[in-house]
């Protein structure tokens, strides 16, 4: 599967942009772009595969286009201009918020038999403003695994989130190895900020240490914090090189975040453990508190991440955390 900087093809009118590899090879100048006419008879019989191979990507065309078309200029702040006469965004507008070449988006548009890295449609749901649904919808007609926490994950059972009910009023969540928060109890849901107001695909504990300012705010020793994390991310990385989940964040971390960068050039590997940890809460104050994985398999994968008082002025604090939070819905 070809990444997004590959995917990137050549502006169309002399527009400036990174070129690359696309997912089939460009017409050479003053050609057609149309395929070549088979010659008659010479076309084999179309599978099941192909066939529906094929109505997926006509769907996903028309799909594209039904979303482009719906949102305006000043929803993804461009001027309107005042000779606009296409409906909603123009193609080339698409392709230049994602960073994908105005011929390759194109393509896609035309239903053509192209690869879509899931990096691409990462970019596309962001561009489009798609919802949680939507962006699940974009995936399945690609044929391709949403790799961000807004996607399901098998691991959250109905016991386990009766569990972080339970454990209230402590603060509790699932991660996995890559700082996804897959699920999590109220009390934690205020504890470094509003994590509901914080979208599903936003929702990993590396992106918010980095660029959530709400959520920085709270972490008394955030330099430390940051090196640990990136660090034990690293260590955790190690099993994951090709994935391209773990590929993407990487990639937006290193994109979004200077002090991300600097820790990471530095090539520390930490494994995990048991640390007290000490955050000012916008509602409460500060807290002292035990942060325990408990892992949920055999390896260093999904997790239960715990946080236990240190002191009696910590718990008393807790619980009126947990009072603000069932408050507050």
């Given amino acids: 599967m070809t990444t997004m900087a590959e995917e990137t093809a050549v502006r169309e009118n002399g527009a400036t942009g990174a070129a690359g590899v696309r997912g089939r090879e460009a017409p050479a100048p003053g050609t057609s772009d149309a395929p070549a006419r088979e010659p008659e008879g010479a076309r084999e019989p179309e599978s099941?595969?192909?066939?529906?191979?094929?109505i997926r990507r006509h769907e996903l065309a028309a799909f594209l286009r039904h979303r482009r078309e719906h949102l305006t200029p000043e929803q993804v702040g461009l001027p309107r201009g005042r000779r606009r006469r296409t409906p909603g965004l123009r193609r080339e507008e698409v392709a230049h918020l994602s960073a994908v070449g105005v011929t390759w988006y194109t393509w896609l548009e035309q239903a053509r038999d192209i690869q879509v890295s899931v990096q691409v449609l990462d970019a596309l749901a962001r561009t489009l403003m798609l919802d949680q649904n939507e962006r699940a919808h974009l995936f399945q007609l690609a044929g391709a695994v949403d790799p961000t926490p807004a996607s399901r994950c098998q691991t959250i059972t109905p016991a386990l989130l009766r569990t972080l009910e339970q454990l209230e009023p402590l603060p509790a969540c699932i991660q996995n190895s890559r700082y996804d928060i897959l699920a999590y109890n109220?009390?934690?849901?205020?504890?470094?900020?509003?994590?509901?107001?914080?979208?599903?695909?936003?929702?990993?504990?590396?992106?918010?240490?980095?660029?959530?300012?709400?959520?920085?705010?709270s972490i008394v020793l955030l330099d430390e914090s940051i090196r640990l994390m990136a660090a034990k991310f690293r260590a955790s990385m190690a099993g994951h090189l090709a994935d391209p989940a773990w590929k993407m964040l990487l990639k937006r971390l290193r994109g979004e975040s200077e002090q991300f960068r600097e820790v990471w050039e530095r090539h520390e590997v930490v494994g995990s453990r048991?640390?007290?940890?000490?955050?000012?809460?916008?509602?409460v104050g500060r807290l002292t508190l035990v942060h325990t994985d408990l892992w949920l398999g055999p390896g260093e994968g999904p997790r239960m991440v715990t946080y236990a008082p240190a002191d009696e002025e910590s718990r008393e604090r807790l619980e009126k955390l947990h009072a603000v939070a069932v408050e507050r819905g």
């Fill in 48 to 54: 099941g595969a192909s066939r529906e191979s094929d």
């Fill in 274 to 283: 048991s640390k007290t940890k000490f955050f000012d809460n916008r509602y």
């Fill in 186 to 217: 109220r009390t934690y849901g205020r504890l470094l900020c509003d994590l509901d107001e914080v979208p599903a695909e936003d929702r990993n504990c590396m992106v918010l240490i980095t660029t959530n300012e709400q959520w920085r705010s």
